[in-house]
């Protein structure tokens, strides 16, 4: 045992890291040990039936979301991500967070940091993402240290510091709701993407996983890109060819119909392939179904560009220096990838 670690990071690590070892069965479709297999099962009925209560969680969104934390959530991992934190035995606050529900356990990333910090978790879920986490912070539960230690709410009563995630329009509420408590708010967030004029086929491909997993629902997925003047849009369209079945999701076709619809009416230029429009555009936030883009004239002028935008933007993807994500891994970060580049652990330390 780590002396360094208290006792109720280490019942985190440990559970946490079961956790992971049973989203790999799921993922892999493996067999769990006799003490998994109930929960196993259980899991697989959630997810089987999860579309039912949101469209977009479908089966192949949700075991990519799992999949993801399969490959983060094991013990070694979690012992070197809590040790360069140096915890020790941390006076226990309650702490609220408020979670997201775009896409599959997005709130997730926010509980595991408070327990691992050793406070009280006080979560309210979302109700498009209620049953999936209600599942994860049940089988937490089952380890007696983190017991008493999670506990899922309908208010934000009697917290000592609060994580919320949210629309711009949320997060004025939490900040005046919230006045007097430390706190972490999140807004409205998106990626982008930098595309140079030798940028590989491979490369173009993988950027379709940044763009389409989770339907672009997610703040990490990539809503606008950025091209050197004259490049071929031919090479995106042929590159993203296989994810051409996303539009026979029913609310993504919807959503791809009506935003065609309404350009059309408009007269709005854009080009289409029958399940991405592609449209030049100067704002970074593009809606389901749509891609933005636009020529940018050197690497310096874009470089400003994004750190005046930085509050808006999660990631940018590509191989440019400024860049902080390859192509294709977008939607799978690591732990220490924290949203908004606030380093939830530190503001957890420090309370």
């Given at each position: ?15 946490l890291?079961?956790l ?6 799921f ?17 697989i009925?959630?997810?089987q039936?999860?579309?039912?209560h949101?469209?977009?969680f ?11 934390w399969?490959?983060?959530?094991n ?14 035995n ?11 529900g ?8 926010d509980?595991i940091?408070?327990l ?6 006080n979560a309210?879920?979302s ?15 089952k ?9 899922i ?12 995630t949210?629309?711009?329009?949320s ?10 408590q430390?706190?972490i ?5 998106t ?8 940028i ?11 763009v ?12 606008k890109?950025?091209l050197p ?17 996303i539009?026979h ?20 230029e ?8 592609l449209?030049?555009?100067k704002?970074?936030?593009s ?11 050197s690497m ?12 808006k ?11 902080d ?10 732990l220490?990838?924290y ?9 957890l330390?420090?309370?």
């Open positions: 045992m780590n002396s360094s670690i208290s006792s109720s990071s280490l019942a985190s690590i440990q559970q890291s079961l992971g070892e049973m989203f790999g069965h993922v892999n479709d493996t067999s769990a040990s006799e003490e998994m297999h109930q929960d196993l099962l259980a899991l009925e959630i997810v039936d999860l579309h039912h949101n469209p977009w479908t089966k192949s969104s949700v075991t990519f979301a799992l999949d993801a399969s490959k983060v959530l013990y070694e991992e979690l012992l070197k991500w809590v040790e360069a934190y140096a915890l020790g941390s006076v226990d606050k309650k702490v609220g967070v408020i979670m997201a775009n896409i599959p356990l997005v709130g997730f990333h509980a940091c408070v691992i910090c050793g406070h009280v978790l309210k879920l109700s498009k993402d209620d049953q999936l986490m209600r599942f994860v912070l049940k089988y937490l539960k380890d007696s240290v983190l017991n008493d230690r999670i506990n709410v309908d208010n934000m009563r009697e917290i000592d510091a609060l994580i919320a949210g629309s711009d329009n997060a004025r509420y939490f900040e005046h709701y919230f006045k007097n430390k706190k708010i999140r807004k409205n967030r990626s982008v993407a930098v595309i140079e004029k030798d590989s086929d491979a490369d173009l491909k993988n950027l379709g996983n940044d389409f997993t989770h339907f672009g629902l997610g703040c990490r997925n990539v809503t890109i950025y003047k004259g490049f071929d849009l031919d090479r995106i369209f042929g590159a993203f060819y296989d994810f051409r079945d539009v999701h029913n609310k993504y076709g919807n959503n791809y119909d009506y935003n065609k619809a309404v350009y059309l009416l408009n007269n709005i854009l080009i289409e392939n029958g399940f991405l429009l449209k030049e555009d704002s970074i936030h809606p389901i179904g749509v891609l933005y883009y636009e020529y940018y004239q310096d002028k874009l470089e400003l560009n994004f750190k005046m935008m930085r509050d933007i999660q990631c940018i993807v590509g191989e440019t220096s400024f860049a994500t390859d192509f294709g891994k977008s939607q799978q970060p690591s220490t990838d949203a908004d580049g606030v380093d939830t652990m530190t503001f330390k420090e309370l």
